[in-house]
C-alpha cells in the first residue's frame, strides 16, 4: 500500500465520487450554470456566476429542493 500523494489525491476524489452530498452539490451546481445560461440569455451579455448563484438560490433553490426530494411542489 503506498501512501503517495497521488494515491490519496485518488483515494479522496473516489470517496467524493460516491458521496450523496456531492452528488447534491454537483446537481446544484448545474443548476445554478443552467440559470447563469438562461439569464445570460435574456440579459445578453454573461451575467456571472456569483450574480446567478445569488438569484437562483434567492428565488429557485427551495422549490428545486422540495421537488428534488418528491416534496409536493408550490
Do not use: C
Not at 8 to 14: F, H, L, Q, T
Not at 30 to 43: F, N, P, T, V
Request: hydrophobic letters at 35%; zero cysteines.
Amino acid at each position: 500500500m503506498s501512501d503517495s500523494p497521488v494515491d490519496r489525491n485518488k483515494e479522496i476524489s473516489d470517496l467524493a465520487a460516491r458521496s450523496s452530498l456531492y452528488a447534491e452539490f454537483r446537481a446544484e451546481r448545474e443548476e445554478i450554470l443552467r440559470h447563469k445560461w438562461i439569464e445570460s440569455e435574456k440579459a445578453g451579455r454573461d451575467i456571472g456566476f456569483e450574480r446567478a448563484l445569488i438569484d437562483w438560490t434567492r428565488h429557485h433553490r427551495a422549490q428545486w429542493r422540495l421537488e428534488r426530494r418528491g416534496g409536493n411542489p408550490a
